[in-house]
């Protein structure tokens, strides 16, 4: 083993052997500022403390005591014989610190904010306005819409991705084709008619690179800056702000457990798009009715308004036959229809596809073409070639059992333990359940205790855009083993029943 780190972390500890701060103390200052910062990557692994005992010059009882406060504290975990590494959750995840806010003349930071806005267009300036709620962790208990990533067939996916290689693809190596790989639309199409019963060719089906892509290009395709959406009050903040980004005027409807209504459209005048999730709404969970359903299709065709449909939960349904998706049932061509991997496969492929009306087609790849945000061509054929070999469909009933068993626990559980304090939505699709509050309560507030406990359940009032705020918590149960789902929610229901409640209604 080389005598020395060349790691710039390591050159860069510096000790002041005049200062009144012991030499620990300043190694552990360092060290953990390092990993604060980003600097020691999450895993990262830290060198032996007798070798950086001699880089430092210090003895090796010092660094020891490094250590050893660092892993009290909660940012080195230890491994038996395999060394020091920096924890993948450190306290600072769990309690974000914020910036001091300094409002006197000698505020650089305030200035300099102030300054970069002034440049800004009016479109950065709207996304820097929207209150977005953070990222769920799918490292904690009871995260929502994240899958059982460690129940994936692995085997069966590197066989299928190892006979992928070995066919040496190399005409899959290029910029590939402006819609995706042929083999996956085809794929999609018909996983689509067979599942769920929308009729489609390969010709309409687009691969994109997450469906954050799909969003922008049709906000860019059907919407100029200043046309507005109607979007889920409670919603899917996350993914209709790349509307917004493209100068759309977001419109708040209010839903209920039916969802949207379009009968309710006249008090928010005239708009040119609407963005609804029928199957399994985020985050109320709602499934809105076949009557409602050709309502919307009405309304859209009756105000030459498109329909954006983001089925994101389409894998999973826990309770008889699901309703036909709005673009199953679409004949005037208004529905264009995003879906995903996420939920049955990974988040980390970032593949999402769109299905659009024939008469659109030649608009999106335009759109496509021009903002190049082209998926992995190598990802695409993996994925075609499992969902060809079956793994795909069998790898989606096997978790649907296992869904459906978490769903009913945390149902039970919920029902038992603070069933008096909510309303739940219900657990027939998809991976997540809302628990609506009967009183109101701050459910930020213990949103933000849940996660020192490694529970991440999002407060619900986080994804309400308009002034018509409701509480609640959005639970997760894709990610969380039965057997851990029990004990996470006796913490929730302490915590709810320990003074959440006592919010004030200013």
Known sequence: MARTFN???????????????????QVFDQLRAAIVE?????????????????ELQVSRNTVILVYERLLAEGYVTGRVGAGTFVAAVVPEDRHPRRAPVDDGPDAPAATH?????????????????????????????????????????FEQFARVAAQYWRSEPAADLGYGGLLGLPELRAQIAGYLGE????????????????????????????????????VEDPGYITRVAALAGGGVALVPVPIDLQGLDSATFAAYGKAKLVVVSPTNQFPLGSTM??????SLLRWAEENDAYVIEYDFNNAFHFSGRPLPPLAALDRGGRVIYIGNFNRSISPAFSLAYIVMPPALTDAFTRAHEVFSFHASVPTQGVVADFMKSGQLAA??????????????LIVHCLQTLCGDLFSLSDATAGLHIAAIAKTPLDDAAISRRLLEHAIDVPALSAYCM?????????????????????????????????????????
């Open 289 to 294: 009715p076949l009557e409602r359903r050709l």
């Open 195 to 230: 599942a769920h019963g929308v009729t489609c060719h390969a010709a309409q089906v687009m691969v994109v690179s997450g469906t954050t892509q799909g969003f922008m290009l049709a906000g860019h395709v059907l919407a100029d800056p200043g046309d507005r959406a109607l």
């Open 466 to 506: 308009g002034e018509a705020v409701r509480t609640g918590f959005v639970f997760g149960f894709g990610n969380t083993a039965a057997e851990r789902i029990g004990g996470a929610l006796g913490v929730f229901a302490q915590q709810v029943r320990g003074g959440g409640f006592e919010r004030a209604n200013d």
């Open 7 to 25: 790691y710039p972390t390591w050159s860069a500890l510096t000790l002041d052997r005049q200062c009144d701060t012991p030499l620990h103390g």
């Open 113 to 153: 904010a102030c300054v970069a806005t002034q440049g800004l267009s009016r479109r950065a300036r709207s996304l820097l306005d929207l209150r977005l709620p953070s990222e769920r962790n799918g490292g904690f208990d009871l995260s929502p819409t994240v899958p059982a990533l460690d129940q994936l067939p």
């Open 395 to 408: 790898h989606i009933r096997r978790m649907g059992s296992r869904y459906r068993e978490r769903a009913n």
């Open 38 to 54: 980003g600097r020691l990557a999450k895993g990262a692994r830290l060198p032996p403390s007798r070798q950086l005992a001699q």
